[in-house]
């Protein structure tokens, strides 16, 4: 079984930064590409940030040069820095993986930006 688990979001201020984290369990997390999504109210999931086991990284042209997508194959962690947060960058954060056919998601972690 397949288990993802985010943590690190939270409310902060315009201009501010957050690390968000991602715990991978169930899957050899090295041999695949992970990401981070994000969907805001009314609005449709969007992917932020990719990964893949070797560490090719894409983003999002949304949040070019602010943020970071990393991994720790040894600990099978995902993170995502985010810096410079902006209001519109408010949204549920999800990991994702498709391993064996399938998506698997994180329930996700909300971040909060306030003007």
């Known amino acids: 079984q397949v288990h993802l688990v985010e943590s690190g979001g939270g409310l902060v201020q315009s201009g501010g930064s957050l690390r968000l984290s991602c715990v991978a369990s169930?899957?050899?997390?090295?041999?695949?590409?992970m990401d981070w999504y994000r969907q805001a109210p009314g609005n449709q999931r969007e992917m932020v940030a990719s990964i893949t086991g070797g560490g090719i990284t894409n983003y999002a042209e949304a949040v070019k040069g602010r943020f970071t997508i990393t991994r720790d194959n040894v600990w099978n962690k995902l993170f995502l820095q985010m810096s410079d947060l902006q209001p519109e960058d408010t949204a549920v954060y999800s990991c994702?993986?498709?391993?064996?056919?399938?998506?698997?998601w994180g329930k996700g972690t909300v971040v909060t930006v306030s003007s």
């Open positions: 994702h993986v498709k391993a064996r056919g399938s998506d698997f």
């Open positions: 169930g899957i050899n997390f090295r041999l695949y590409t």
